[in-house]
């Protein structure tokens, strides 16, 4: 299993050392956050892009499968058997899950066994000393699932059983320091890899669980599409009312980016100023349309114009214009930022 | 031979990627994929991807806010 991070590229290497055929596989749940706000934010763009999954597997030498469980991961984030971590990480599921599809796709393809980068100690969820063997229970993989990292601290396994892998040549890592992977990334010569640990799920983000959240009590019920949990990716969020919520673009590429939803919201943008593109989400009561307007010219270069022009318009392409005088940046309270 | 076509436009990366893989794994030996995307992400992912399974680029073309990727599927076995 090839997440990018500098473990997984060690497993695998250290496996590989020994003889044995390994490919690639990673999984794309929707909330990875690999290139995608970089890849929206025009300030970004200037920034190398690389999928580091893709990039290990490069290193490697190695074919790599990139799954889709956008849709059955669902179920991992809405009702996760173990809980959540300080935010709406699931972490435990989420590995149990993963190490599932793997085992199911390994007897699919005639691979003998599964090799993660997991190390004991690692991570405050999925890579505790009593954790790590539910993983293996739990996926069904049991004792197909090798940690090559930190194997010589787990019981054997059927690879090591069978003559597969010397146990030997496997690893005792344990703990959050990552002195000895990198003194192993040195002796492989890996100079260039992705900074590990933590930062890869748009769900371990605090600023994101809150959005997240926000959107389910708002729709009365925990559920999403791929498109929400983008979306909760871009832009400033504002929650005036229960019902509805401005997503402001804050620079050009958001503002692209949100235009591509421009048919499925009500939408409006000034046109007397530069300004930002803002999606309406949800039911407009009275008066909202002119709060909307009001909010956009505040994020607009006619912040302090005495008027702003705001072209409004809808999934079924009516337009309005509304000229609306800016809301002063006081009369925003500060809950109505998500 | 004509292209097969594949729209990925709109879609983040690496979503693209898993699309052309999809859409190779559907093709014979010497059949070719035209890939059109906006995320300009792909410029690195899908040569990369093409490389690690041994498929050839062999077109790169960029417009404004529009990338179409030209790939040889190359599947010898």
């Known amino acids: 299993m090839i997440s990018g991070g500098l473990d997984s590229l060690l497993a695998a290497r250290v496996v590989m050392e020994q003889g044995v055929h390994v490919e690639g596989i990673n999984f794309y749940t929707g909330f990875c956050v690999e290139g995608h706000t970089h890849a929206i934010r025009k300030k970004d763009r200037a920034r190398p892009k690389r999928n580091n999954a893709l990039w290990s597997a490069e290193q490697l030498g190695i074919k790599l499968h990139i799954v889709d469980i956008i849709d059955e991961y669902k179920d991992v984030v809405l009702n996760p058997r173990h809980g959540y971590g300080s935010n709406l990480n699931p972490c435990l ?6 190490v599932e599809k793997a085992h199911a796709w390994i007897e699919a393809n005639d691979f003998d066994f599964i090799v993660t980068g997991e190390v004991i100690g690692q991570r405050p969820m999925s890579q505790r000393r009593d954790t790590m063997p539910v993983i293996a229970r739990d996926s069904g993989a049991a004792d197909r699932l090798v940690r090559p990292l930190c194997a010589k601290n787990l019981p054997e396994t ?9 146990r030997d040549r496997l690893h005792a890592f344990s703990g959050r320091s990552r002195k000895p992977q990198m003194a192993l990334a040195a002796s492989f010569g890996f100079t260039d890899y992705a900074q590990p640990a933590g930062g890869c799920c748009f ?17 009365g019920r925990r559920d999403y599409e791929l498109d ?6 871009v832009g400033r969020h504002l929650r005036p009312r229960p019902g509805f919520k401005l ?8 503002n692209k980016f949100l235009e591509g939803y421009r048919k499925r919201f009500v939408h409006m943008f000034p046109v007397s100023h530069t300004g930002p593109l803002v999606l309406l989400d949800g039911e407009l009561g009275e008066g909202d349309l002119e709060l909307a307007a009001r909010l956009t010219a505040r994020f607009s270069k006619g912040r302090d114009a005495a008027s702003v022009t705001v072209q409004a318009g809808g999934p079924d392409g009516k337009v309005q214009t509304l000229d609306v005088v800016p809301l002063p940046g006081e009369d925003i309270p500060a809950d109505w930022y998500l | 031979m004509t292209d097969t076509f594949l729209d990925a436009r709109r879609l983040l990366c690496p979503l693209p990627v898993i699309r052309t893989q999809d859409a190779v794994q559907k093709l014979r030996h010497g059949q070719t994929l035209r890939v059109l995307c906006s995320d300009p992400g792909v410029l ?6 093409c490389r690690v399974h041994g498929h050839e680029v062999l077109d790169i073309q960029e417009a404004e806010d529009e990338i179409a990727i030209r790939i040889l599927v190359c599947n010898p076995d």
């Open chain 1, 93 to 98: 599921d989420c590995k149990i899950f993963m």
């Open chain 1, 158 to 166: 059927l690879p090591e059983r069978e003559g597969w892998l010397d």
């Open chain 1, 203 to 219: 769900l371990t983000d605090r600023q994101y669980s809150v959005k997240l959240a926000d959107l389910w009590q708002s729709r």
């Open chain 1, 228 to 233: 929400d949990i983008m979306l909760l990716k």
């Open chain 1, 247 to 254: 997503i402001v673009g804050r620079e050009e590429g958001e």
């Open chain 2, 44 to 49: 690195h992912d899908i040569p990369a991807w």
